[in-house]
């Protein structure tokens, strides 16, 4: 007659061999490739290259990319702010993995150092620039999004205004 002992047994060594070759399988997995959070920053390509021009081109062209430099990272840091919501989310519930979150921190690190490297461009031309520089990128890509909703609304107006007459007919 067997005892108890036996099943539990059983299941013991079960439970243990599943997690000696979850253990190894872990390890021998090649380690997951993310790509970069935003695989290219054009704005600041286009700066570099103006500032690399013999005969460099004039200030006000520099600031104007500049500029669109310090735009492009508000709405990039914005994007982070709500994916950093989202996958926090998702890793609280064992959704993502954390080599996904380690990568969404590095790009986070590389936001940071670059609008550090923005700051300090910034007071290279004007004193007092690098203090308010982002705060007039973000009243662009804020007046750019309230653009954008005031074309989508007016459009969706015209629309309107052609289905009610195509009733009226």
Do not use: C
């Not at 690399?52 to 310090?70: E, I, N």
């Not at 890793?91 to 790009?107: T, V």
Request: charged share 25%; no cysteine; glycine share 2%.
């Amino acid at each position: 007659m067997a005892s108890i002992y036996v099943p539990v047994i059983y299941i013991g060594v079960l439970v243990f061999g599943m997690l000696i070759f979850s253990h190894f399988y872990r390890k021998r997995r090649a380690p997951a490739k993310y790509e970069p959070w935003f695989p290219t920053h054009p704005e600041r390509d286009v700066y570099t290259t103006l500032l690399s021009q013999d005969p460099p081109p004039h200030d006000a062209l520099l600031k104007a990319a500049l500029l669109q430099r310090a735009a492009a990272d508000v709405r990039r840091l914005m994007r982070m702010t709500e994916d950093k919501q989202a996958l926090n989310q998702l890793l609280q519930k064992g959704s993502i993995n954390d080599d996904l979150w380690a990568a969404f921190q590095q790009a986070e690190r590389e936001m940071q150092a670059e609008m550090v490297e923005v700051v300090r461009e910034a007071a290279t031309f004007k004193e007092g620039w690098d203090k308010t520089i982002f705060a007039s990128a973000n009243e662009i890509v804020l007046n750019a999004r309230h653009k954008e909703h005031y074309t989508k609304v007016q459009k969706l107006q015209e629309e309107r205004g052609m289905l009610l007459a195509r009733r009226a007919r």
